[in-house]
């Protein structure tokens, strides 16, 4: 059972669920690997087609010749095979192209994910957390991730409370102007 909650993630059987609403995250990169593994699909496809075809012309000229009274019938055949291996064929590559862009879905999301989390770390954003889904490419980075923005928001707390200290040691001089430009910084 899937919960859905307003950010789009959800708990299913202790797991988080991210739920993307678009598979072509990096649309260029996604369907130019797509665009790949189709067209080497289809050629193979072709290939095999192509001998497919082969052979059975061939075995039709053969029957054709030892009995001629068979051809219509066995042309009729080999017109239906012909059909009927070409429309698996274009199944086939049909399934290769969605399968493709599901599995490029899988790091192009992760990428994604892990760029947003590294824009608010940039802005010095350190309460967030890396989260990618189960089948997601790339889930090896989110515990060295998080681990990293973890060490960063700690050194970012101990150098502020050093400011803070060094600010109170400041006013304690009687310079109450420094002392608030460096609270301020700290803050």
């Known amino acids: 059972m899937t919960t859905q909650s307003e950010n789009g993630t959800g708990q299913q059987a202790g797991k988080t669920v991210f739920r993307r609403r678009h598979y072509l995250i990096d649309r260029r990169r996604q369907l130019a690997a797509t665009f790949r593994i189709a067209g080497l699909v289809l050629i ?11 052979q059975s012309y061939s075995t039709t000229k053969a029957i054709e010749s030892s009995n001629p009274l068979m051809a219509e019938r066995i042309r009729a055949i080999d017109q239906r095979n012909i059909v009927l291996t070409a429309g698996i064929s274009l199944i086939i590559l049909a399934m290769v192209v969605v399968r ?79 002392a608030e430009a460096l609270r301020g910084l700290a803050h």
């Open 100 to 178: 493709s862009i599901m599995y490029t879905h899988r790091t192009a999301g992760a990428v994604y994910r892990v760029s947003m989390c590294l824009d608010k770390v940039a802005e010095f954003d350190f309460d967030v957390s890396l989260r990618l889904r189960d089948e997601d490419n790339l889930r090896e980075l989110e515990e060295p991730f998080n681990t990293m923005v973890g060490n960063l928001k700690r050194r970012a707390e101990d150098d502020r409370q050093a400011m803070l200290k060094l600010a109170d040691e400041i006013e304690g001089h009687g310079n109450t102007a420094d």
């Open 44 to 54: 193979l496809l072709i290939a095999l087609n192509g001998l497919l075809a082969w």
